[in-house]
């Protein structure tokens, strides 16, 4: 049996201290988008949960997040917290699979209205996490 990872105190933080933590600046959006992308590095290879991982951009997000949050322009009460979607809510330009393989290729042009609301807050999408058929 296979040791488990050790979860990072920074993935067990509610919004709330996340976003304290962001204000005193003890933390920002890209030490919690590390502490999150260190988690499902290790963890999903063992229960495949995500369907779209793109580290490079979330890091970029966090960054675009920090910034906001240094100048004091947070978008709005969710600015810089990693946040993940199932993947029937679409993104645009990432496969639309929604647990179903007949969906392959579908590559949706815009947003579904959830992640239209949680981008426009400021969100961090980590990822678009996996369904069943």
């Known amino acids: 049996m296979t040791a488990q990872p050790t979860i990072t105190p920074t993935i067990e933080m509610t919004g709330a201290a996340l976003t304290a933590a962001y204000a005193s600046g003890d933390l920002t959006p890209v030490d919690a988008a590390e502490s999150v992308l260190s988690d499902i590095a290790a963890r999903n290879g063992v229960i495949n949960a995500f369907t779209d991982l793109d580290p490079a951009q979330v890091l970029q997000d966090a960054a675009a997040s920090a910034a906001r949050w240094e100048r004091g322009e947070q978008r709005g009460p969710l600015d810089g917290l990693p ?9 645009a330009g990432i496969p639309a699979h929604a647990g179903v393989a007949g969906t392959a290729g579908v590559v949706p042009e815009r947003d579904s209205p959830v992640v239209e609301r949680l981008l426009e807050q400021g969100a961090v999408i980590v990822g678009s996490t996996t369904m069943p058929d």
């Not at 199932?86 to 993104?91: A, D, Q």
Request: glycine residues 0%; positive net charge.
């Open 83 to 91: 946040v993940t979607v199932k993947e029937n809510f679409v993104r």
